[in-house]
Structure formats: structure tokens, C-alpha cells
């Protein structure tokens, strides 16, 4: 590590990000990288040096250098060298005497990472013979200095000079997954999606403030305190911010009004059954809490399963996720309701239901004693679970189709997973087929995958497999020669593709288990059980929309369909939890009507509710799709596809299967008791 420490210094890089994967694995990020093939020809050259006869017998090597003397210089021809300074005159002396010896072959042969094979007699007759230099050598050398001559470039031979003062790496380094951005390409994503995000922030704004006046400018100001907190927690941890992390920072955004939601939905509902504005806002505030909590737990079990299991750009984006969830629990549990607390203490919201966008009409007087789930919803005459059977049959007939769809078409899948290359090629112009065939014919290295984006002024040229570095470097020099912007290029190799493959899964699956057990723990088995098929319906949903479409699933299509697994279930927690309320008010089932008739309930006054926590964060999404940058387009996506399904799957999924298992629990039983004798913390009331 401190050897590839060194190299990268040479680089002019600052605070790069080194990180050990697998016990055998290295990673590299370099931020602001000038030249991106010197770059990675410095990391993965061993730069062994040996001095060789011309019968390949090793004489020297590295080890007898000075540390730190190689310089590349100037000689009196101007050509440009490499001095070094042995570390014994008299080795190097035996050794030239040795070689002097030698004539007719007496040459002093320089190697750079000789390996088993390389003769220096078949190089000799080759245009670009391996070795660096030859020298004839014939007296003894009574001198510490050396000079390394060959047909370097100043350049050329500094990169060398640093090689050999950061010192030989222990192990050949292969590269196995490389991904780079043009400085151009990446300041001009960056300024698309920060104004995708602006959008969304805005169009967030305005709909709270429309829908709940007062309370809805109280969350705007603590979205920006989120905002901020956010962005200076990110500062302190020096986190590397890529595309994939911005967009969940934005994300974020409309994940943390979510919060305000339930409350502000809480808060009217008891300001309707005619409390006080005080006991509204005290009592909203605590029945809302395990709504929340369990919300944002769900959320970040996936952020950490994301994190465990995700390559550097999804790892960015679990950090900001998980940083997002913390922060946004704070500022929207305790920063909105401290701005709200001391607006209501203040008592001039006293009698002024309006400012929460509540009617006076819709207020009973409280000696009614009337309860929340007494209210009339506009769903009422809906009976959700009436046509239970339709709605499972209709998704399960959805899923026979989504299999048969995959079976057809399968998946495009990028070079995350079937290994390869990925070139983007980015012009001022409308690029055309024609003209990336003909730069591609110049340089030798022709596709058959080339596709358009950006109306034509960005082609994605794809390799099934992984170019080298020369091919790259060569492909590089071409087209920013040509078009004036650095491409963007992936390589994934086999190994990796399946290792992302099989760890993309792996994610799928363990996100899915504990989102099943939490689920059971805070609710019941059942309710697990049922949560998790309507998410994993979504997921579904996601993987054929991209089959039909022909979208490319990537590793961001994966860090999206875990998001909404995530996010999702917040929805179906807020109804859960008001089906749980009424539960537990009934005390118990009797008969299946009892139990349609806690599910029905539950629907009909969470209805609204979980319509507007899907809003908001679909405003960022839609903002991310329209304004943001094309290398996040199938990620953002991704997250609406599911979005949009998760508010169908949760109502009339998720809810009438829960629905199908309690009434065969209480075929088995006679009755089911919905209220448990262990008592709620703080309060006198039972949980169920």
C-alpha cells in the first residue's frame, strides 16, 4: 500500500481513496486525474528493474539502487534519460568488468518487469524491443552513477524515474475493473443533476405548502437544515460524491419529508375529531412515531445491505442514503416538530384550523367522542377487500406474464454482469453510425454495438471483452484528438461480472430476509411475509419494464431496485400501522368481516397519505429523469417504475394477502385476540 502510495503521489492527485477488497483486491479512486492512462499504467507496473546480461543471466537488480535517486534528465544531446546511483561502487564495478568481459556480447541489458520467456537476443531484431536499454559495455565502471538511454520522451522517462523511487510492487497487479470519467463529461453531469435536484426541491416546496400550509413551510425550512447537514456531514468525512451519491442525496430529500407527512396527516386527523391544537399536535406527533421509525429502519437495512455488498459508486450512494435516513429521522421527528412546538406554544394557532388546511366543517366537537378511525374518508364506499380474489389472481397472472416476458427477451445486460467494455464517446455535434464506424476502422478496433444518446451527440460503443491498456490508451488518444472531450470507459472482466452477479443477489435476498424478520418483530410473521412478496412484486416489475424496453441493468439498476424494496415499505408500514390501531380498538376477530373490516379501515384513511409519501419522492425521480444526466437515466428509472407499482402492490397486494392469512388463522382458531398483554412503553395501552 505505501508503495502504491507513492506512485499515486507522483500523480499530482489529491486525497485519493485506497481501500483493500476480498484479501486480494485493491481499490483505486483518483479524483482529477490529468492524464488517465498514465495513471493506470503507473499502478498496475510491478517496475522490477534487473540488469541482465546478453544471455538473460540476472547481474543486479532494484535492490541495489539508492532509494529515491532515479531522475530524469537531459544529456548533452538533449535526449532525454534516467540516472540512478547504486547503492556499492564496488558490485557495480565487478559487474561491468564482468560483462567487458564478455565480448562480442558484452551488453550491460535493462529490464522492466522481465519475466520468464523474454530473451534479450529475440528483442534485439523487434522495432520495440521489451527491454528499456543495452549499452555496450567494455572496461570496468568505477562509479556509483548509471544512465539509462532509449528512445524515452521526457515524459516517458519521468514516468519511469517515478516508477523506480516508489519501488518495485511485491505482486503483478492485473486489472480486473476500471472505470473512467472525462473531466468535461463529469463536471457536466455533476451541473445536470444538481439542477434536476433544484427541481425536485421546488416542486417538493410547492406541494407541501399547498397541501398543508403552515406545516408544509415549517418542513420546507428543516428540508433545507436536512440539505445542509447533510452536505457538511459528507464535507467532514472527505466522501468522494458520484453520480449515483448525488442522486441519493436528492433522493433523500424526498425520502425526509415523508416524516412530515405521516405527522402532518396525524395531526389533522385529531384536529378533526376536535381537539385542541396542542393535544392535536402532541398526541399526531406520538402515534406517528412508530410509523416513522419503522419506516426508516426498513430503509436502512437495505442502505446497509447496499453498502456491504456494493462497488465503490453503490457504496456512495448506501453513505449518502444511510447519512440521509439519520439525518432526515432528526430533522424531521425532532427539527420540524421543535419549529412546530414552539409555533404552537405560542398559541397563535389556536382556533385556526385552516392554517393546517383543515375545514371547519370536517370538525367535530369533541363531547362526540369521536376517535380518528370514526372519520369519514372520500374511499369510504370502496371495499378494498371485497374483490380480494381479483386482485391476487390479476398479480399472479402478472407474474406468469413478467416470466414469460424474461424467458423471451431476458435481460440487456451491461458489462457490470456479462463482462466487457464500454466506451462513451461525447461530442458538441449530433454524432452518426457512419462516422464512429469510420474513427473506429482508423484505429483498428471495430463494434457491433453502437448506440446514441443525448440526440445524437453521445455514442456508447460496447466490447464483449475487456480492452487493454494500450487499446484503451489508444482509443482515448483517438477520439479526444477528434472531438475534443476524454471518453468515458468501463472494463469489467469475467471474474468481476460474476462476483457483481453473484453479490447482486446475495444483496436481493438478505435485504429481503431482514426486512421480513423486522417486520415480524415490530408487526407479526404474517404481515412479514405478505410486506416482502408485494416488494419483491416490485422488483419484479422493474426487471420487465427494463426486458420489454430493452434497458440496460447495470450495477445502479441494482442499487434502485434495493431502494425501492426499501422505500416502499414505508408505505405499507403506515397502513399496517393504522390497521393495527384498529385492531387492537376492536380487541378482537370473530368472524372474516372483522378482519376485511380492520383492512378496509386501514386503506381507506391511509389512502391519501400514502398517495403523498409516494409524491414527494416521485417529484425527485421525474426531476432526475427530465433534468438529470443520462449516465443515472436507467437508475432513476428504475426507481419510478417501482414507485409507481409499490403503490398499487401495497394497497392490493400487500393488505388482502395479510387479509387471506389472518382469516385461515382464524379457520384454525375460532377467534384471534388483537390485543397482547405487554404494555406500550410510557402509556397504559397494550400493544398489539
Known amino acids: ?30 479524483a482529477g486525474v490529468t492524464d488517465q492512462t498514465e495513471a493506470r499504467k503507473i499502478l498496475s507496473t510491478q517496475a522490477v528493474l534487473s540488469f541482465r546480461d546478453a544471455n538473460d543471466k540476472l547481474m543486479m537488480d532494484g535492490s541495489d539502487l539508492v532509494p529515491g535517486s532515479a531522475k530524469a534528465v537531459t544529456n548533452d544531446k538533449n535526449q532525454a ?27 550491460l541489458v535493462i529490464w522492466l518487469d522481465w519475466k520468464e520467456g523474454l530473451k534479450y537476443k529475440t528483442e534485439l531484431v523487434k522495432e520495440k524491443p521489451a527491454f528499456l536499454s543495452a549499452p555496450n559495455v567494455d572496461r570496468e565502471l568505477d562509479t556509483k552513477k548509471v544512465e539509462i538511454s532509449g528512445s524515452f520522451t521526457m515524459d516517458s522517462a519521468k514516468e519511469l524515474a517515478n516508477l523506480l523511487n516508489s519501488g518495485a510492487l511485491p505482486v503483478k497487479l492485473t486489472e480486473v475493473y476500471s472505470t473512467s470519467v ?41 428540508l433545507v437544515a436536512y440539505t445542509y447537514i447533510v452536505l457538511l456531514i459528507l464535507g467532514l468525512l472527505n466522501a468522494t460524491l458520484t453520480l449515483p451519491g448525488i442522486a441519493g442525496l436528492i433522493l433523500g430529500i424526498g425520502m ?40 426508516n429502519i426498513s430503509t436502512l437495512i437495505v442502505a446497509g445491505v447496499l453498502f456491504y455488498f456494493g462497488s465503490s459508486s453503490i457504496k456512495g450512494f448506501a453513505t449518502v442514503l444511510i447519512i440521509s435516513i439519520l439525518v432526515s429521522f432528526l430533522t424531521a ?42 372519520l369519514k374518508t372520500h374511499f369510504d364506499k370502496y371495499d378494498f377487500v371485497k374483490h380480494h380474489r381479483a386482485f391476487l389472481t390479476t398479480f399472479a397472472v402478472i407474474v406468469v406474464i413478467g416470466i414469460v416476458i424474461l424467458s423471451v427477451f431476458k435481460l440487456n445486460l451491461g458489462i457490470d454482469f456479462a463482462s466487457g467494455t464500454r466506451a462513451e464517446v461525447t461530442s458538441t455535434q449530433a454524432l452518426t453510425e457512419e462516422q ?39 482509443f482515448k488518444t483517438h477520439f479526444k484528438k477528434a472531438y475534443g472531450t476524454d471518453p468515458n470507459i468501463s472494463t469489467v472482466t469475467p471474474t468481476v461480472g460474476q462476483e457483481l452477479a453473484k453479490d447482486g443477489l446475495w444483496a436481493l435476498a438478505i435485504a429481503s430476509l431482514l426486512i421480513v424478520v423486522y417486520i415480524a418483530f415490530r408487526f407479526e410473521l404474517s404481515m412479514g411475509i405478505a410486506t416482502i412478496l408485494s416488494l419483491l412484486f416490485d422488483a419484479f416489475m422493474i426487471f420487465i419494464f427494463f426486458s420489454i424496453f430493452r434497458l440496460e441493468v447495470d450495477l445502479t439498476f ?9 422505500y416502499s415499505i414505508n408505505d405499507t408500514i403506515v397502513t399496517a400501522d393504522r390497521i393495527r390501531d384498529v385492531s387492537f380498538k376492536m380487541g378482537r376477530f370473530k368472524k372474516p368481516e372483522d378482519i376485511a373490516f380492520a383492512v378496509n379501515h386501514g386503506l381507506r384513511q391511509t389512502f391519501i397519505r400514502s ?77 398489539v
Do not use: C
Open 1 to 30: 500500500m505505501a508503495t502504491l502510495d507513492q506512485r499515486i503521489n507522483t500523480l499530482g492527485v489529491t486525497e485519493p481513496v485506497i481501500t483493500i477488497e476480498g484479501g486480494n483486491r485493491i481499490r483505486v479512486q483518483l
Open 81 to 107: 534519460i534516467v540516472t540512478l546511483e547504486m547503492k556499492s561502487k564496488d558490485k557495480f564495478a565487478n559487474v561491468t568488468k564482468t560483462i567487458a568481459a564478455k565480448a562480442p556480447d558484452n551488453q
Open 182 to 222: 472525462g473531466a468535461q463529461f463529469g463536471q457536466d453531469a455533476l451541473a445536470e443533476t444538481v439542477v434536476a435536484g433544484l427541481v425536485g426541491v421546488i416542486a417538493i416546496f410547492i406541494f407541501m405548502m399547498a397541501v398543508y400550509r403552515l406545516p408544509g413551510v415549517v418542513a420546507s425550512i428543516t
Open 256 to 295: 425526509a419529508v415523508d416524516a412530515n407527512v405521516i405527522t402532518y396527516e396525524r395531526i389533522r386527523e385529531e384536529l378533526k375529531v376536535g381537539k385542541s391544537t396542542k393535544t392535536a399536535f402532541d398526541t399526531g406527533g406520538k402515534e406517528s412515531f412508530r410509523a416513522i421509525f419503522d419506516g
Open 333 to 374: 421527528v425532532w427539527g420540524s416538530r421543535a419549529l412546530m412546538g414552539l409555533l404552537v406554544s405560542s398559541n397563535v394557532l389556536n382556533n385556526k384550523p385552516g392554517l393546517f388546511a383543515v375545514r371547519r366543517k370536517d370538525i367535530h366537537d369533541l363531547h362526540e367522542g369521536k376517535q380518528t378511525f370514526d
Open 436 to 474: 464512429i464506424n469510420k474513427d473506429l476502422k482508423e484505429i483498428d478496433m471495430p463494434s457491433n454495438d453502437i448506440n446514441f444518446q443525448n440526440n445524437n451527440k453521445t455514442a456508447v460503443i460496447s466490447y464483449k471483452g475487456a480492452l487493454s491498456q494500450d487499446e484503451i490508451a489508444k
Open 558 to 566: 441494482i442499487a434502485a431496485v434495493l431502494t425501492v424494496i426499501g
Open 611 to 687: 398517495i403523498n409519501t409516494i409524491l414527494t419522492v416521485l417529484f425527485t425521480v421525474i426531476a432526475l429523469i427530465i433534468f438529470g444526466n443520462e449516465s443515472i437515466l436507467n437508475f432513476s428509472i428504475a426507481l419510478l417504475v417501482g414507485l409507481v407499482s409499490s403503490v398499487f402492490s401495497s394497497i392490493f397486494m400487500a393488505m388482502q394477502l395479510w387479509f387471506v392469512f389472518k382469516k385461515r388463522e382464524l379457520k384454525k382458531k375460532g377467534v384471534i385476540n388483537t390485543q397482547k398483554k405487554k404494555k406500550r412503553a410510557r402509556t397504559d395501552q397494550p400493544v
